[in-house]
């Protein structure tokens, strides 16, 4: 735990130098550590600083801090790329031991003029740690002076973030690549997203964009449309160049070394693409005839269609990614068999396994009880070659509330059953599904039974009938903090349908695994790794994705696979495996979790709604619903963005 | 008569005290505009989009800590701006000092001293060159490299960052060849990056030039200019093409150096072509044909009179005709006639010689 002796946030300030002061004193709980054995001496942030060690270097820190914030300004405004400039060379000469007594003035009312007039929040927030510290501490600023005593030097870790940035678990650079799109660069702007995201056609259609959800700009009028403008950017650059159908070049193989990824999903392919351009030789094999793990097999086509995942698996395979196709890890393939021909190997095999819901009479075999994510694959799988064949009946009930259940009920509309309902226990705020899922499914027809809790489904001679249902009520709130639903007695009803689909969560087959494999398995049904490394406890055999995780989003798997991959690079170069820098940067911040300023800016700018085709017409096909953002439209929308840039600063002991 | 109906709703503010009615979307430095309250700007241009890069055009509205640019912040009902304040003005200062910080400053060398936009904000500001002392900053050199063009200079040191070049050639020109690129004081104006296989979109059209306020964007035809005031404009038209092109042949003791456009004039509004814009050095050339020649039986041209020169053209074209049928005679007209002489030129060919061997070489 890291006790504050001098700190402020947002203008509430702790004291706990001497006896000066009796403020309360402060601490964060779960900071200590850059590293292990490596102290935090003290924070630098976008609304304040704390100094946790009497020894913190002030003057050096802050010259590191406004170093950083000129490094990132990015040129446009001038007050962030001269004054930041300014301030950083005259810190620079204070803490080398020539400043002057003035240059103190220079730097606060500089500061002052940084903060009040620059263009977006990187300049608005660069200056306020540096002046509160100057008002709080400016005995140390006053020692620099020459002639006084010199000045301490540090160790610092800084980096550039965003309330979206953090948000991502790839924690793409949100607002650069959308700054892109405003200039009218589209090439550099899926150049940007292409340093972590080799899938940006896929996360621009299905991400649950956890970006969207804590973009400041919700504050004025509304967030963002981060995704929109992804796929956007995507579809720009792709129809593109693929209307001249250049090839990639291929990455040549220059390490020696090579990688073994089992499975083709968002975690392998990312890892795949990440591991490549690291110049090593990489194969993924994959149990399916085709790629794209749950993002092809479990998202129906009229979210993503399946030209977009090959476009974007062709350029995987084009920079030298070799793909095999049929290959399952157990029956085709061994763990030992691939540990003695490649370096190193992934395992992320994805959870394509489905729960059980625990009703009465559920019985895997019965006709007409099938699986959320069996009916979404056999689907994808077949329907567009024409060999799907739909279970039989006319009523189909799905149980669940995610975006696997609204995948299972729209698909179900579409492939004509005259009635479909979702039996959720809580109700609709409570769903996990996208509201646009939710309210799209409604559009179509679907019924929605909300508090309604399946105890038993009814079947003769093997066949469903119905599903009893119980009706529910809400309670408490429970761990997660919705409100935990409790059965009303005797309130029993009976649902008749043909088809029950159960979506209320998934499983990994770990069937592959052997005893004294040396990698272990957790009680939620996952692969333990080395939080640190992603490593199993087999040496050079790493997982990442759903089947470390539990089943989650496909940007979940792809931030897997950007830190497994930068792990199993390091592994097979022989170095020191860590977890990366930023990556654990992003995780303090998290701990510390710091109340966040209301933004103190001008609104007005409803955000780009997308054209949808109508219900009545999409109803009937599998085509995709979602028409993308026109170039006027993006740009726009691009303009929206507050760039909420912010430099964060640890002064570490070493 | 034509009515105007007003479709569009208004909003109601207050600027500096005076009630402004806007049309909605209008920002607060139209709507100051449109009541005469001046507000500096330097990276604004009216032609294009709004940039809100200098924040020179700062203002306070009432309710926020924090000024707002008034070029690109939208006028609301119920605003309450003011465009005047202690804080303003030294806010304002303060940045103009900032772009001038790595400005080159001896203006009597540069050809736009003297019409130079910078020059005019820095002197409305009372700055001189002895109040940058506490701001010089130690910016790297940069490169001298060619800007993307043969035509076209680009000088980092003079350029203020302004993003007007940027905007033109996405806005105007729709090439979006060049952007602005960090970090921080180290920006530049660079070529965009295009995909790989086209490196550069640029086409030379300087239009990039035309809205540079600075003259950081600098054709490298010719040299020795002139001054603004020792220059005398001639307006005049293009003769490229039939578009008609309106711009000022800037002459100085009687030779032309160079072409600017003004942007209310014309067609064109102020853009022009790579031609229109850089394709001068003509009218001083030595080789250009200004005299009627004639080739005698040694085949050498020979000077002679406009009537000889066309009595003897009509006679050839009889005999041909004569000899040979009037399909022997074809006729080929040049782009930088207008509409109505290829007009002309085509009647000519159909009905005076009878052949419909007629085209153009903008269809070749």
Not at chain 1, 235 to 262: C, F, M, T
Not at chain 1, 275 to 301: T, Y
Not at chain 1, 497 to 506: L, S
Not at chain 2, 60 to 77: F, I, K, M
């Amino acid at each position: 735990m890291a006790k504050v002796i001098l700190g402020s946030w947002r203008d509430d300030v702790t004291d706990n130098r001497g006896l000066k002061k009796s403020a309360i004193p402060e601490a964060f709980k779960g900071l200590k550590e850059f590293e292990s054995g490596n102290d935090i001496l003290a924070f630098m942030g976008w609304d304040g600083f704390f100094l946790f060690d009497r020894d913190a270097p002030v003057v050096d820190m802050a010259r590191a801090y406004v170093e950083k914030a000129q490094e990132e300004s990015c040129g446009y405004c001038t007050p962030c790329r001269v004054g930041t400039k300014v301030v950083a060379e005259k810190l620079a000469a204070l803490a080398d031991g020539h400043g002057r007594r003035e240059d103190i003035d220079a730097i606060r009312s500089m500061a002052a003029v940084i903060r009040d007039a620059s263009m977006c929040e990187l300049g608005h927030t660069s200056m306020t740690a540096l002046l509160k510290m100057m008002e709080l501490a400016p005995e140390a600023f006053e020692e620099a002076v020459a002639g006084r005593a010199p000045v301490k030097r540090g160790n610092y870790r800084a980096m550039a973030t965003a309330p979206c940035i953090e948000a991502c678990p790839a924690h793409l650079d949100i607002p650069e690549y959308v700054d892109a799109i405003r200039s009218g660069n589209y090439y550099e702007s899926l150049a940007i997203i292409g340093r972590k995201n080799p899938l940006a056609g896929v996360c621009g259609r299905v991400c649950v964009r956890p970006c969207e959800f804590v973009c400041r700009r919700e504050e004025l009028d509304e967030a963002i449309s981060i995704k929109h403008l992804k796929r956007f950017v995507n579809d720009q650059i792709v129809s593109y160049v693929s209307a001249r159908s250049k090839p990639l070049e291929e990455i040549p193989s220059a390490s020696g070394k090579k990688a073994a990824i089992i499975g083709a999903g968002p975690c392998g392919l990312t890892a795949a693409f990440y591991l490549k351009r690291k110049g090593h030789e990489v194969h993924i094999f994959e149990d399916l005839r085709e790629p794209g793990g749950m993002s092809a097999v479990g998202i129906p086509d009229y979210r993503l269609p399946r030209d977009v995942i090959s476009s974007e698996v062709r350029r995987i395979s084009e920079i030298g990614v070799k793909f095999h196709y049929g290959k399952r890890l157990g029956r085709d393939l061994s763990l030992s068999q691939l540990e003695t021909e490649y370096d190193s190997v992934l395992i992320s095999v994805g959870a394509h396994g489905s729960k059980s819901v625990g009703m009465e009479g559920e019985d895997a075999n019965s006709e007409g009880y099938v699986a959320g994510v069996t009916f979404l694959r056999d689907l994808n799988l077949l329907h567009h070659i024409g060999e799907f064949k739909p279970p039989e009946g006319t009523r189909v009930v799905v149980v669940g509330g995610g975006n696997v259940a609204m995948d299972c009920a729209r698909s179900a509309v579409r492939l004509g059953y005259s009635k479909v309902s979702v039996v959720y226990r809580r109700t609709q705020k409570e769903m996990p599904a996208d509201h646009e899922e939710i309210e799209g499914a409604m559009e179509e027809g679907v019924e929605f039974l909300f508090l309604t809790h399946p105890v038993r489904i009814d079947a003769e001679a093997g066949k469903v009938k119905g599903i009893t249902c119980v009706k529910m009520d809400l309670g408490e709130p429970d761990a997660s903090g919705r409100r935990r639903p409790v059965e009303v007695k005797g309130s029993d009803f009976f649902i008749e349908c043909d088809i029950v689909i159960p979506a209320i969560g998934q499983s990994s087959d770990f069937s592959f695994l052997s005893d004294g494999s040396g990698i272990e398995t957790t009680k939620w049904g996952t692969i333990a790794v080395d939080d640190n490394t992603m490593m199993t406890g087999r040496d050079r055999v790493f997982a990442g994705g759903d089947c470390v995780s539990g089943p989650a989003a496909l940007i979940d798997a792809m931030g897997h696979g950007l830190r497994v991959a930068h792990c199993m690079d390091q592994r097979m170069r022989g170095e020191k495996m860590s977890m990366p820098e930023a990556e654990r940067m992003f995780r303090l911040l998290k701990t510390m979790s710091l109340p966040q300023a209301p933004v103190n800016r001008l609104g007005n700018k409803a955000r780009c709604r997308l054209e949808m085709r109508p219900a009545r017409e999409r109803t009937s096909d599998f085509v995709e619903i979602e028409r993308g953002l026109k170039p006027d439209e993006a740009i726009r929308e691009a303009e929206r963005c507050l760039r909420c840039y912010r430099i964060a600063l640890f002064a570490t002991e070493e | 008569m034509t009515t105007i109906i007003e479709t569009k709703k208004k909003v109601r503010l207050e600027i500096d005290g005076k009630t402004v009615l806007a049309p909605e979307g209008a920002t607060i430095l139209e709507a100051a505009r449109a009541v005469g309250v001046r507000i500096p700007t330097l990276c604004y241009h009216e032609a294009l989009s709004p940039i809100g890069s200098c924040r020179v055009c700062v203002v306070e509205v009432e309710g926020v800590d924090r000024p707002a640019t008034a070029c690109n912040t939208q006028a609301l009902d119920g605003m309450r701006v003011a465009t005047r304040s202690e804080r303003l003005f030294n806010l304002r200062r303060e940045v103009i000092r900032m772009i001038l910080a790595h400005h080159p400053l001896n203006c009597s060398p540069c050809p736009k001293n003297g019409d130079c936009e910078l020059q005019d904000i820095a002197y409305e500001y009372d700055l001189a060159p002895n109040d940058f002392g506490s701001y010089s900053i130690k910016t790297e050199e940069y490169p001298w490299k060619e800007f993307s063009t043969p035509i076209l200079d680009y000088h980092p040191r003079r350029c203020v960052l302004c993003g007007r070049c940027v905007k033109v050639c996405k806005e105007i020109r729709g090439l979006g060849a060049i952007t602005m690129a960090g970090p921080g004081a180290l920006a530049s104006i660079q070529p965009a990056l295009a995909d790989p296989e086209s490196p550069s979109r640029c086409v030379s059209c300087g239009e990039c030039m035309r809205v540079c306020p600075v003259n950081a964007i600098e054709e490298r035809m010719g040299g020795g200019k002139g001054k603004p005031w020792e220059t005398e404009k001639t307006a005049t038209t293009c003769a490229y093409c039939g578009v008609g092109c309106s711009l000022e042949l800037n002459v100085v003791n009687g030779k032309v150096v160079g072409v600017t456009t003004d942007d209310a004039t014309g067609v064109n509004k102020g853009r022009l072509c790579s031609k229109g814009r850089f394709g001068y050095a003509f009218i001083h050339s030595g080789e250009r044909l200004s005299k009627p020649l004639i080739r005698n039986e040694k085949g050498e041209l020979e000077e002679t009179t406009w009537t000889k020169a066309l009595t003897r053209v009509a006679r050839e074209f009889r005999r041909s005709i004569a000899e040979h049928g009037p399909d022997s005679i074809a006729g080929l007209s040049s782009a930088r006639c207008t509409n109505e002489e290829n007009y002309l030129f085509q009647r000519f060919i159909r009905q005076a010689i009878g052949s419909n061997n007629v085209d153009h070489c903008a269809r070749l």
